[in-house]
Every structure is written in C-alpha cells, then in structure tokens.
C-alpha cells in the first residue's frame, strides 16, 4: 500500500513521540527547580515549609498552568519522613479553566475519610523511593472527576537531600489532542504504549485505548522512548 501524502516514516514518529515526552520531563524538572526554591531543612533535616516558600510554590504552579494547557494538574509531594510527621501533605494546584487555578486539599491524615496514601503509588516509589523518572497511567483520577490520567513524576531534592515527588497530570483526552495527530501523519500504524503494555493511543481501530499488549502480533514491533519515560514504548505495525 502506498502511504499518505504527508506521511512520514515511522522511525520520524517515533523520534516526535520521543521528543514530545523530553520535553515533558524537562518541564518537569524546571518546576520542580522553582517549587522547592525556599524551601530548607531543619537541624533534624525535616522540611520547614515558611508561608514564603508557599506563596513561591503557588505562583510557580500557576505559572507552570498557565504556560502548559495539556497539563491537567502540577504541584510538589511531601514525603512522610521529610515533614517529621505520619500526616502527608500535598502543595498541588488544578486548572478550573483556562486562566483560574485552585489549591486542591487532600486527606492527609491517616484514618481519616477519604485518606491518600499517596506514597505506596508507584509515581511517588519511583520518584521518591528509586529517585528516578515515572510515567504512569492510564488510571481513574483520584479527584473524582472520572476521567482517565497519565502521571508524570520526578524526584524533589532540596540541598541534596529527596523530599518528594514533583508531578503533573495530563488527562489522556489532552494526550490525544497533542499526540493523535502525529501517530496519524505515520505510513505504518502506531500505538502508543504505558510502561506496563497499557495502549493510551493508537492510530488504529486493531488496537483500542484500555487494551494490554504484553508482546507485539505478527507483523508489529515495539520501539522505545527514551529512558526517562519509564518504559513508555510504541508499537508499530505494518499496513
């Protein structure tokens, strides 16, 4: 079959998907840089968390909002051990629309209704606990607005010490408005892959967004993203 006028190889999809999720991750750590600016550690090497530090992270993460429409949600994760207490604590803002944005509360306190125990998630193990990338979804976000998210994490690190998780949340309808249009402009179809064999997109009707693809049929092959994506890959098949 001859491709599509327009269409470009499937190596070219690859190295745009690639390229797509760096820049994601470099975002990433460039706020992680600005939320923990302010931030210190205590004799005891707990976090002190001044209103200035906080009122800083605040105009970081509506900056970061602002700037970045196909992020959902962004904000720093406290980890228990760096805080000296049991309770969590989350400083992590929503976008309401386009232009307003709102600190959102969690429930923090063990035992408590609707409790998050944000650190047995792999987002925040990886990050916090391995110090390393993660993208991880697709999942029912947490909030409650029954919509499916992919998070985005890296480690928090004041004075060389890891605090936390930075992320953000991209729903997966923003995914597949910024991402579809380069799996579609492919001569070979192309399915984009979570680390766990996950589909979140997919240029074909063969292979549809929910399904687990442990190992590539006939015909198709798995290409990776680059290492901080957290073995994110894209399958590729012939037309």
């Known amino acids: 079959m001859t491709p599509p006028e327009g269409s470009v190889s499937a190596s070219e999809t690859v190295r745009e998907l690639r390229d797509w999720f760096d820049e994601r991750f470099t975002h990433l750590d460039e706020l992680g840089a600005e939320l923990v600016t302010g931030l210190t550690l205590d004799q005891d090497g707990h976090l002190d968390l001044s209103p200035t530090a906080r009122r800083g992270m605040k105009a970081a ?71 390393r990338s993660a993208a991880v979804g697709p999942y029912i976000d947490y909030l409650g607005v029954e919509v499916y998210i992919v998070t985005l994490t890296v480690p928090a690190v004041v004075n060389g010490h890891r605090v936390g998780a930075v992320g953000t949340d991209l729903q997966v309808d923003d995914l597949e408005r910024a991402l579809l249009p380069i799996l ?50 894209v399958m590729v098949l012939d037309r």
């Open 61 to 131: 993460a509506a900056r970061f909002l602002s700037e970045h429409p196909v992020v959902d949600g962004c904000g720093l994760i406290f980890a228990h051990s760096a805080l000296g207490s049991e309770n969590g604590r989350l400083e992590w803002w929503v976008r309401e629309d386009e232009t307003r944005f709102a600190r959102y509360s969690f429930g923090v306190v063990p035992g408590a209704d609707r409790y998050y125990d944000y650190e047995q998630h792999e987002w925040f193990v990886r990050a916090f606990g391995e110090g």
């Open 184 to 233: 579609l402009r492919s001569e070979s179809d192309c399915v984009l892959l979570s680390g766990h064999g996950a589909v979140l997109l997919s240029s074909t009707a063969r292979h549809l967004p929910g399904e687990v693809i442990a190992s590539p049929p006939e015909g198709a092959r798995f290409e990776p993203l680059s290492e901080v994506t957290d073995g994110m890959r």
